[in-house]
């Protein structure tokens, strides 16, 4: 029997309310919870939070259940493959080290059951938007974010969630012309040898045949939580309620 693969993406947690956040995270550990000891992998396709800066010593409260839903799931052998997000502003070692995910800062190329899959957050991809794309290499500038780490937790992470709530509001509202350019790179990425390729961060839940290949977006969890599920070599997008 093949394995079972999950896929998220787009969650944002800690940008709503307390309570509307406990009700998301809820709804996270409770998908986690039942896919434990049935996942062979599971694949976080960025921005998990709206804002994550991790700093050397200080981690940020509010997260604790998902944190122990995820190492829960590696305890089981579930491979848990987590690409960084454009809200994922810095990654150090915790999720490595304590929750046993592989933390991965570029696109994923895999096979699954016989099919390859080229997986990416698809912020890299997206037509028409020079401005975002010279801010990110700001924010990942590793000498700025070193910097920025010396600023006292409490101010770092206001200003991160600021930074974060202004980008996504960005996005939100950017007009990509009649396609946002992901469809197009997935095309390429199909021409050249991969059956399945996944993407997020347009917050549009896509499912699009071209050729013998497949271009899935996962949508967001703001507005429908829902998942990825890749079995016996069908992949499909089911909302989780």
């Known amino acids: 029997m093949s394995e079972i693969v999950y896929f998220i993406s787009d969650l944002h ?4 309310s307390r309570q509307a956040e406990k009700e998301k995270e809820k709804l996270l550990v409770k998908f986690l919870n039942t896919i434990k000891g049935n996942a062979g992998k599971l694949f976080i396709i ?4 709206d804002y994550w800066f991790e700093y050397k010593r200080v981690l940020q409260k509010g997260f604790f259940r998902t944190f122990t839903a995820i190492q829960n799931l590696t305890n089981e052998n579930t491979e848990v493959n987590y690409i960084i997000g454009n809200h994922d502003f810095l990654h150090r070692d915790f999720f490595e080290k304590e929750l046993g995910v592989n933390l991965f800062y570029s696109s994923i190329e895999t096979e699954i059951d016989g099919k390859r899959f080229f997986l990416d957050h698809g912020d890299d991809f997206v037509s028409n938007d020079l401005g975002y794309k010279i801010v990110k290499k700001i924010l990942r500038n590793k ?6 780490s010396l600023i006292h937790p409490d101010l770092g992470i206001w200003l ?3 930074t974060s709530k202004t980008s996504r509001n960005y996005t939100g509202s950017k007009n990509y012309g009649e396609n946002d350019g992901l469809f197009e790179a997935a095309k390429k990425k199909i021409d050249g040898g991969f059956d399945y390729v996944v993407f997020g961060h347009t917050h549009v839940k ?6 013998n290949g ?3 977006n996962l949508g967001s969890w703001l507005d429908q939580p829902c998942y990825g599920k890749f079995a016996n070599g069908k992949f499909e997008i089911i909302d989780w309620n």
Not at 13 to 16: D, M, P, Q, S
Not at 143 to 148: D, H, S
Not at 206 to 211: D, L, P, W
């Open 46 to 49: 960025g921005d998990l939070f």
């Open 143 to 148: 000498t700025l974010q070193f910097a920025y």
């Open 206 to 211: 896509q499912f699009q045949t071209y050729k």
């Open 214 to 216: 497949f271009y899935v």
């Open 13 to 16: 947690l800690g940008l709503e």
């Open 160 to 162: 991160a969630s600021s």
